[in-house]
T-cell receptor
Framework: GAVVSQHPSRVICKSGTSVKIECRSL??????MFWYRQFPKQSLMLMAT?????????EQGVEKDKFLINHASLTLSTLTVTSAHPEDSSFYIC?????????????FGSGTRLTVV | GDSVTQMEGPVTLSEEAFLTINCTYT??????LFWYVQYPGEGLQLLLK?????DKGSNKGFEATYRKETTSFHLEKGSVQVSDSAVYFC?????????????FGRGTQLTVWP
């Protein structure tokens, strides 16, 4: 079945530094990838939608300069948290949609726990 | 846009108890409906789905029926196990959406005790 690999699974960084999270579709081409942030008590917030070769579409209230998204190929999207601060600490999850099964193929990565100290 | 209202958790049950997690949605079109499950420390996995009215999605003993008239997609399982402890998310998917975004609600935490 479709697999999405997300790395790293955990990262601790110092305040003010930048962190890159990778999301790869291993056995399918992903026309679209999605980035979510999960807050305490489970709430999942969609941050942005990235399409291969074009600029990401950010949800209202998400700072595009803070959360840089690049989708350079059909199998890789990256989220860079720039100048991270403790309030950016969260669980980030990516999701990819299979190009072939556009209406159904949402596969999620295993998530990245970011802690900013 | 589409939105979903899920039963507030946490839900705590004994093993072999009957489970219902309510989900109602609002949608401008005719959405597909999904239930996803998130085990501790992991991403989301598709549990089941239904694509049209009266369809029943099922997997691992879980079932949910697409009720267009009540805009609901309640998740049920006849006998839960400890291994079912997880967070469950209901999500409508707008098939007409160009971007194909999937929005989630708060999720419902389920804890099953032996």
């Amino acid at each position: 079945g479709a697999v999405v690999s997300q790395h790293p699974s955990r990262v601790i960084c110092k305040s003010g530094t930048s962190v890159k999270i990778e999301c790869r579709s291993l056995d399918f081409q992903a026309t679209t990838m999605f980035w979510y942030r999960q807050f305490p008590k489970q709430s999942l917030m969609l941050m942005a939608t990235s399409n291969e070769g074009s600029k990401a579409t950010y949800e209202q209230g998400v700072e595009k300069d803070k959360f840089l998204i690049n989708h350079a190929s059909l199998t890789l999207s990256t989220l860079t948290v720039t100048s991270a601060h403790p309030e950016d600490s969260s669980f980030y999850i990516c999701s990819a949609r299979d190009r072939q099964y556009a209406n159904y193929g949402y596969t999620f990565g295993s998530g990245t726990r970011l802690t900013v100290v | 846009g589409d939105s979903v209202t899920q039963m507030e958790g946490p839900v705590t049950l004994s093993e072999e108890a009957f489970l219902t997690i309510n989900c109602t949605y609002t949608a401008t079109g005719y959405p597909s409906l999904f239930w996803y499950v998130q085990y501790p420390g992991e991403g989301l996995q598709l549990l089941l789905k239904a694509t049209k009215a009266d369809d029943k999605g099922s997997n691992k003993g879980f079932e949910a029926t697409y009720r267009k008239e009540t805009t609901s997609f309640h998740l049920e399982k006849g006998s839960v196990q400890v291994s079912d402890s997880a967070v469950y998310f209901c999500a409508p998917f707008d098939r007409g959406s160009t971007l194909g975004r999937l929005y989630f609600g708060r999720g419902t935490q389920l804890t099953v005790w032996p």
